[in-house]
């Protein structure tokens, strides 16, 4: 499994990640993840995201699609108040 970290993916989205929720609902959780947003491109932030993120595997990077493993090949992210996995709230 891909050893894509935090860092990794405030260095991706150009965002400062505060705290994570990790939803025991969450059947992908290495490609779907919650952080609040500290920051965006420098300019505080306070709000929450779904990040779905996919990496390339071996038969991507043997397709073609990528040049190596855990290649970024997409991400994406929208702002969220409530955990689509369990429904929780998101506090501020």
Known sequence: MSNFTKQDLERESQSELGQGHMCTNNIHPHHLKIYRIKKIDGKAQQHWELFSLWLA????????????????????????????????????
Do not use: K, W, Y
Request: charged share 30%.
């Open 57 to 92: 595997t071996a038969e991507d990077v043997a397709n073609g699609d990528a040049e190596r493993e855990d290649e970024v090949l997409n991400l994406s992210s929208i702002e969220i108040e409530f955990c689509p996995f369990c429904g929780t709230q998101l506090g501020q």
